[in-house]
């Protein structure tokens, strides 16, 4: 791969129409700009990231997650850029690598379904356990692995490329660099990781990724054909959300007492040698207030981490593009920093993931899921039964109910429910099965 060929400004979609603007604003900007004003990344707002949505505590939800993330993948694609002309690396829109990292960290989250994993668990296990089932026969091998795993990040590539009904072709219309650099795991589900089950996109936009690989000199992994490699600008990507998820719910669970202050100051400090962390213990006598402490520590190891995820970057360049780099930033960084990262990993995992908030959370999530998902799929499957046609009523015409295939009509009603907030699939929840009726 070559970055002439990888930073393209062709959009997916408007192909026949391409043409180089004389603008102030770049097309990646554009881009930027284009998901900003969306009702896809507006309802972000009330989607659980990982605690339940704020309360008397402002916590994290997956909009502000996203603008964050936003920020730091500006910031490491803006250090890539220098270190690469500083190398001698010179292609056209090299100087918006920042831009495109950006906008596509702006979309990383906007195919997740209401309520975090919880939400995709429950929409794969109704078909792969429940009585989503007896679909199996119905369907390709391929289109039932899709259902039966499916996955945030795949459906952010459908939400942003999929003509949906009355819409124009090639869905946000974005440029092509920004959409694969969305793309974090380049191959389908059918040749996804027993174990893992990660992939990139469904079976229904398999071309679709197929030609923004073509476009962008995007290769085949020479290990596994059926598989491709990662856009490099994917491993900014991943590092944005990889900084931002982790040490930001450090300090949220610091906000909601689940971890102590002594605590939370020790796994931040603990990512700085000595010196550096002498002189922001002696920042701590002129800054007493505990929270603006430790709104300062993480500020700093997030600088921390981006210089040292821009380093590693630019020292396995050759490698990213070769399509040989098998690792991620996060996990060659130097060992002091990786040890305490780490550590906040472990914590995360310990006291943050199984805290009884979190959990409770996914739990009502889950149920949620399963219960529109059961009234949903039937409705679509059989229009003619009693409360159908009520039923579909709900569902705006852009999804395509009236597929010809069952897989069709499946991802139609996974199109609607992983574009609800949780307030609105709560909301249809209660309505559905009766627990709050209008007017009384």
């Known amino acids: 791969m070559n970055w002439t060929q990888l930073l393209s400004t062709k959009r997916f979609g408007m192909e026949d129409y391409h043409e180089h603007r004389a603008d102030d ?6 881009d930027y700009d284009r998901l900003i004003f969306s009702a896809p990344f507006r309802r972000m707002q009330n989607k659980t990231q990982v605690f339940p949505l704020p309360g008397s505590v402002f916590v994290h939800n ?19 850029a220098h270190q690469l002309k500083s190398k001698g690396v010179e292609a056209p829109f090299l100087d918006e ?5 950006s906008a596509a960290c702006l979309a990383h989250d906007m195919g997740n379904p209401p309520f975090g994993h919880s939400g995709e668990k429950a929409i794969a296990t109704y ?14 091998a391929e289109e039932w692995k899709d259902i039966t795993c499916f996955e945030g990040n795949a459906n952010t590539m459908r939400l942003l490329t999929h003509q949906f009904k009355g819409r124009r072709n090639g869905g946000f219309v974005l440029t092509y660099s920004t959409l694969a650099s969305v793309i974090k795991y380049p191959y389908a589900s059918i040749h996804s990781d027993q174990k893992k089950q990660k992939f990139g996109f469904f079976d229904a936009e398999k071309a679709d990724f197929e030609k923004i690989a073509a ?35 450090i300090e949220d669970a610091h906000k909601l007492k689940i971890l102590s202050s002594d605590e939370t100051k020790n796994l931040l400090l603990n990512f700085f040698d000595e010196k550096r962390r002498q002189r922001r213990l002696e920042t701590f006598e002129m800054v007493t207030d505990v929270n603006e402490q430790i709104a300062y520590l993480r500020s700093s190891v997030i600088g921390l981490l ?38 906040c990993s472990k914590t995360a995992v310990a006291k ?10 996914e739990l009502a999530g889950y149920k949620i899921i399963l219960t529109l998902l ?3 799929v039937s409705a679509v499957l059989s229009p003619d039964k009693a409360y159908s046609e009520q039923l579909l009523m709900r569902i705006p015409e852009q999804f395509e109910t009236d597929s010809p295939s069952t897989y069709g009509k499946v991802m139609a009603v996974l199109d609607y429910i992983s574009g609800m907030t949780d307030v609105y699939a709560l909301d249809l929840y209660r309505k559905i099965t009766g627990m709050n009726i209008p007017g009384l």
């Open 25 to 30: 604003r770049s097309e990646f900007q554009r």
């Open 374 to 376: 059961e009234h949903l």
């Open 97 to 101: 690598i920042g831009s495109i990292v």
């Open 127 to 140: 078909f792969s356990e429940g009585k989503g089932i007896q679909l199996e026969d119905k369907m390709t």
């Open 215 to 249: 476009e962008l000199g995007i290769e085949k992994s020479a290990e596994n054909p059926n598989r491709y490699v990662r856009h490099p600008l994917v491993y900014l990507v991943e590092a944005a959300d990889d900084i931002c998820y982790q040490i930001m719910d």
């Open 352 to 361: 943050i993931y199984r805290s009884q908030e979190v959990l409770d959370v």
């Open 306 to 343: 981006i210089d040292a995820c821009s380093k590693v970057f630019v020292d396995n360049e050759q490698a990213i593009l070769n399509g040989t780099f098998k690792s991620t930033l996060i996990k060659e960084l130097p060992e002091q920093t990786a040890k305490a990262y780490q550590n």
């Open 62 to 80: 997956r909009l502000t997650h996203s603008l964050e993330v936003a920020c730091v993948g500006r910031s490491l694609g803006v250090n890539v």
